[in-house]
């Protein structure tokens, strides 16, 4: 009887300590915020300390006795709802992982990837590969250590452990076919589409648009896709992200360029996609895993969603171009709805992932997949990996970087130690399709609505069947709840073929 009397007791005094993290974790976020945007150079050292004194109080938090005590006695509360289980299961799931790194070890990477940052940032302007090599041979380690702490799950390699900490429950097994399929589209797509007489006016983004312009465009199209501006708001970042300290609090970002609208045109779409699935969890439970997004693919599925299935969309322009006409009408005069959307959807081989088009931007993913499979395998040595990056450029993209910055240094992620990050890109864009694939079938009127520009729909639509469920089912099974089936990349072929093979008349 006592037991029973205990357990609701123990879940409520699981969710208060839980809490206490989330703010600790969400305060280092609002310093975090302020570093990237108004932070002078000098106040760098006094944060540094800051925000790891507080990363250091939040995993003691996390790691208290009282806390494992909570989750074993909710568990053992046979009344314990099926919502409240998982959520228990997945709070033990995190406290289990982050007790068995030790916290030596957890500083070690920390103070390194600091090092490595610096050093990867010169590296880069140098274009000096060998400065940055005996860091990120050092990061390798350090996380392979991380890795065997973690535990390799059975059957598997090392790499899983590092996998599963941004996709759960991802292993190179599974994820493997997956990306190998997507691989083999994106690289025919990109051989047909080059095949092409038809070529995008891409001059046409490369006009003057002034900032001002710019900036009234994003704010007019968070106000269409239902971001609550009320509990968040746009600022400037030399890289866009999105941020959340609560529900009634999530900020984005992006970046105005005048002489390529694109960037924040998309950027902003993309990152209101992230914080509209912020927006979106179910506040009842702030603070715990049911209020938490479920995976980083899953994030990323959010903003690829709002930025290419409706964003890059015909029906989308059908509404939203003479509103953008009439921002810039020096710089769109003549131009015609279907020349804009072209040039918008142009796909083109080029050097940097991040200013990637939406098919050739998953091969740059494949490639820092695959090496990052053989670092961990032991197949890749760190002083062969300009070679074998530019190897892998030439046969899916048909480019070869001409130096160092413009190919295996170019991304931030190995300096900051984070691997295993990178597939979550390539998940987001076949998630993405996927939910098209089902939205359009639920929805028959789903273009004449975006194409009436009324979005309310769509985000009521990704609300209700993914935002609010936070982490209450592992990914494959809120997959197919959704879609009736876990990820199948065949819509993403799918989707590519009708779209690309329309625009560019080919097939493949
Ligand atoms: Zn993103």
Redesign the pocket.
């Known amino acids: 009887m006592a037991r029973k009397a205990n357990a609701p007791k123990a879940y409520e005094s699981m969710v208060a300590l839980l809490r206490d993290v989330h703010d600790l974790r969400r305060a280092a976020a609002v310093l975090d915020w302020d570093q990237q945007i108004y932070m002078p150079v000098k106040g760098n050292d006094a944060r540094s300390r800051q925000s790891a004194l507080l990363a250091e109080l939040a995993h003691q938090k996390f790691c208290d006795p009282r806390l494992g005590e909570a989750v074993e006695a909710s568990l053992a509360d046979a009344a314990l709802s099926p919502a409240r289980r998982a959520c228990v299961l997945e709070v033990k799931r995190d406290r289990d992982k982050a007790v068995k790194v030790p916290a030596d070890l957890v500083r070690e990477i920390q103070e390194t990837a600091g090092r490595a940052h610096m050093a990867w940032v010169n590296a880069r302007k140098e274009n000096r590969f060998a400065g940055f090599a005996p860091f990120l041979a050092r990061l390798i380690e350090l996380r392979t250590r991380e890795a065997d702490a973690l535990g390799v799950p059975e059957g598997g390699v090392p790499y899983d452990a590092l996998l599963d900490q941004f996709e759960p429950g991802a292993t190179v097994k599974t994820l493997n076919p997956v990306i190998e399929r997507a691989r083999d589209e994106c690289v025919a797509a990109v051989k047909a589409i080059r095949g092409s007489a038809r070529k995008p006016k891409l001059e046409i983004l490369k006009r003057r648009y002034p900032k001002e312009g710019q900036e009234k465009f994003s704010r007019q199209i968070l106000t269409a896709m239902h971001y609550d501006t009320q509990g968040g708001r746009l600022d400037e970042s030399v890289h866009p992200f999105t941020t959340s300290f609560d529900i009634d609090d999530v900020r984005i970002t992006t970046r105005y360029e005048e002489r390529w609208l694109p960037g924040a045109l998309f950027g902003t779409i ?1 990152e209101a996609g ?1 914080a509209l699935y912020e927006q979106g969890l179910d506040r009842a439970h702030w603070g715990t895993p049911l209020a938490d997004a479920l995976s980083v693919g899953f ?2 599925s959010q ?1 690829r969603f709002w930025e290419n299935q409706i964003g890059r969309s015909l029906a989308f322009w059908a509404h939203f171009y003479p509103s953008l006409k009439r921002l810039f009408p020096a710089a769109l005069k003549g131009v015609s709805l279907k020349d804009f959307h072209f040039a918008v959807n142009a796909v083109h081989p080029s050097l940097i992932r991040v200013e990637a088009d939406e098919v050739t931007y998953n091969l740059h993913i494949v490639i820092r997949y695959e090496i990052e499979q053989a670092i961990f395998a032991g197949k890749a040595k760190v002083a062969d990996l300009p070679a074998l990056w530019n190897e892998k450029m030439r046969a899916y993209l048909g480019i070869v970087p001409p130096t160092d910055a413009l190919g295996v240094l170019q991304d931030i992620h190995w300096s900051m130690g984070a691997f295993g990050y990178f597939p979550t890109y390539l998940l987001g864009n076949l998630y993405a399709a996927q939910w098209m694939n089902v939205l359009r079938k639920a929805m028959p009127d789903l273009e004449a609505r975006v194409g009436a520009g009324d979005l309310l729909p769509v985000k009521t639509w990704l609300n209700e069947q993914i935002h609010r469920h936070g982490r209450r089912y592992p990914t494959d099974r809120l997959s197919k709840r959704v879609s009736g089936e876990p990820l199948n990349p065949a819509h993403f072929a799918a989707y590519l073929r009708e779209k690309f093979g329309a625009l560019y008349d080919v097939t493949w």
């Open positions: 993309h992230h994030h990323e903003s």
